[in-house]
């Protein structure tokens, strides 16, 4: 090869990645910067630390990427003179990120500078400075093994909460929570998963992920089986014509302290269970409303499965155990598990060989004289022999002992 063809192939292209490499004439470089930002006992005037740190700066999304100190500081491009004088511009991420700080604008982050009580939430908070890596890093803040930390950096401390400081905190007890610490488990939902990254927006907001009309697709992005059975079921085809009697996701289980059932913790507990349905199911203006039945915990608690329960027995029936748990359904439905043709099957879960007979028992009974004759007349029958017997019994004792005190009178 020639000398001219070498210099034609090698050199001038090398030249060219030196020149694309080299910052602009006049334009400070990275190691410009270090000089003074390298040294961690660098002040500023109100005693911030100004230190950064080189290699965790150029192992950053931002130093991998070739983006050097001016192009976030934008205000030094041009300046030559070192130390530079005066306060630097805070850094505009927007003009790099135009649709995530467009988002960010309209959330309740961006509307936290001009609430009531105005706090600034701004890009650093929640991604870093200088340090910040790829969400899928996991040394990254907003990595979802990281996401709690923080999210509750200023949700448990600076954000304030209508109801109370410890409602956020609640997540930490949750079982998505021990499912990201325990087990590691980077599916698991974290504050990102409900509420959003950059479009967080308050819950009375018809666009937030956890407004009533959106819970049941927001939990079913993780539970897509569970939100197919709502769906089906009774309350969920009330949902879907726009009720907002219905219960959803967190009216039974709560918002942030998710629990499992198994979790004596847990709102939905087995022998929680039966209050939780009868906040709605005993309401008497939405039993007027809808037609519904009232005394549903009043009846289930006279019961055997009710007493059983109360007295804190875990593998008795509830309401859950009857009537289903997400695919609830009337019991006109033929796929209803108190429809009467499925009564023996839902009865046989617990009762193994439970027939059809067995199953004409009645749980919800407000009248046992007038709708259930017969174990009215068994419960009174009962009654008249225990206190028969009982009377004997004291009668008997009341003998004895007015036989030994005149004994010892007569003595």
């Not at 479009?199 to 009533?212: I, M, N, P």
């Not at 302290?257 to 939405?286: F, M, N, Q, W």
């Not at 748990?325 to 108190?338: A, G, K, T």
Request: net charge positive; aromatic share 6%; glycine share 10%.
């Amino acid at each position: 090869m020639s000398r001219s063809g070498f210099v034609a192939r090698f050199a001038l292209p090398a030249a060219l990645v030196f020149l694309a490499a080299a910052p602009l004439s006049g334009q400070p470089s990275d190691d410009d910067c270090l000089v003074c930002h390298g040294d961690s006992g660098l002040k500023g005037g109100q005693g911030q630390s100004l230190f950064v740190d080189g290699a965790k700066s150029a192992a950053s999304i931002h130093g991998s990427a070739g983006i050097s100190c001016v192009d976030c500081h934008s205000d030094l491009a041009k300046v030559s003179d070192f130390p530079h004088a005066g306060k630097l511009k805070p850094v505009a991420c927007a003009s790099c990120h135009e649709a995530a700080a467009a988002a960010v604008g309209q959330s309740a982050h961006g509307s936290a500078h001009s609430g009531p009580k105005p706090f600034a939430v701004l890009c650093k908070d929640c991604h870093g400075t200088h340090e910040i890596r790829a969400s899928a890093d996991a040394s990254s803040r907003t990595f979802s093994l990281n996401i709690p930390e923080t999210c509750t950096a200023c949700h448990l401390s600076r954000v304030p909460n209508a109801r109370g400081p410890g409602f956020v905190g609640q997540y930490l007890q949750s079982v998505h929570f021990r499912a990201l610490s325990k087990a590691g488990l980077n599916s698991a939902a974290t504050c990102v998963s409900c509420h959003g990254g950059h479009d967080v927006r308050l819950v009375d907001d018809s666009r937030s992920k956890v407004a009533r009309p959106n819970i049941i697709s927001t939990c079913g992005a993780c539970h897509a089986g569970i939100e197919r059975d709502y769906l089906e079921g009774v309350h969920g085809k009330a949902y879907v014509k726009g009720s907002r009697d219905v219960p959803v996701c967190t009216d039974c289980h709560a918002e942030h302290d998710i629990r499992s059932p198994a979790d004596l913790g847990s709102i939905v507990y087995a022998t929680k269970v039966a209050a939780v349905c009868s906040r709605c199911h005993d309401d008497e203006s939405l039993a007027r409303q809808y037609g519904l039945l009232t005394s549903r915990l009043k009846t289930y608690a006279a019961s055997y499965h009710g007493m059983a329960s109360k007295s804190g027995e875990t593998r008795v029936a509830n309401c859950a155990s009857c009537h289903g748990h997400h695919d609830i359904r009337p019991s006109n439905d033929p796929r209803s598990s108190v429809n009467p043709a499925n009564l023996a099957a839902t009865c046989g879960t617990c009762h193994a060989g439970a027939g059809v007979n067995f199953s004409k028992g009645r749980i919800h009974v407000v009248s046992e004289r007038t709708e259930n004759r017969w174990a009215y007349t068994v419960k009174i029958v009962y009654l008249v022999v225990i206190g028969g017997l009982i009377s004997v019994f004291l009668a008997f004792i009341a003998a004895d002992l007015y036989r030994r005190l005149r004994g010892r009178w007569t003595r």
